[in-house]
């Protein structure tokens, strides 16, 4: 929970694990998760049942949406948009029975970039500058 030494605010359902980064004026919403090693820029908001995984780097002013999981390695420039429950994807082919953390593979989106609600991103890809990606889509390779 946030207090009054704290320059950013996290609601007291919230976890913020220690190490993670955060900075002023941003706002950490009802369950989000924040894991060490997290870097969250300057006045971004994140909206409830956020997920926000270890190695993760979020620029300035980002606002992610309700219910989106950001995975180890995925970088959001300053002044991206994740619309509400967005899917970013880690691995290209998850099985159940064997672990894949080497295969992880990470997104960047790049500044200015707009992600539609339920838009299912799939990993190892680029998303431009500015670029909007419509709510719905499936978006598996680069979008310049």
Known sequence: MSDDQTPYFVHESAYVDDGAEIGEGTKIWHFC???????????CILGQNVC?????????????QNNVAIYAGTVLEDDVFLGP????TNITNP????????????????????????????????????AFIAA???VAKDVP
């Open 136 to 138: 719905g889509a499936v």
């Open 52 to 64: 926000v995984t270890n190695d993760v780097v979020i620029g300035d002013n980002c606002k992610i």
């Open 33 to 43: 998760h924040v894991y060490a090693g997290a870097r969250i820029g300057r006045n």
């Open 85 to 88: 429950s967005c899917v970013l």
């Open 95 to 130: 099985r159940a029975q064997v672990v894949r953390h080497s295969l992880y593979e990470k997104i960047v989106f790049h500044r200015g970039t707009s992600v539609g609600a339920n838009a299912t991103i799939v990993c190892g890809i680029e998303i431009g500058r500015y």
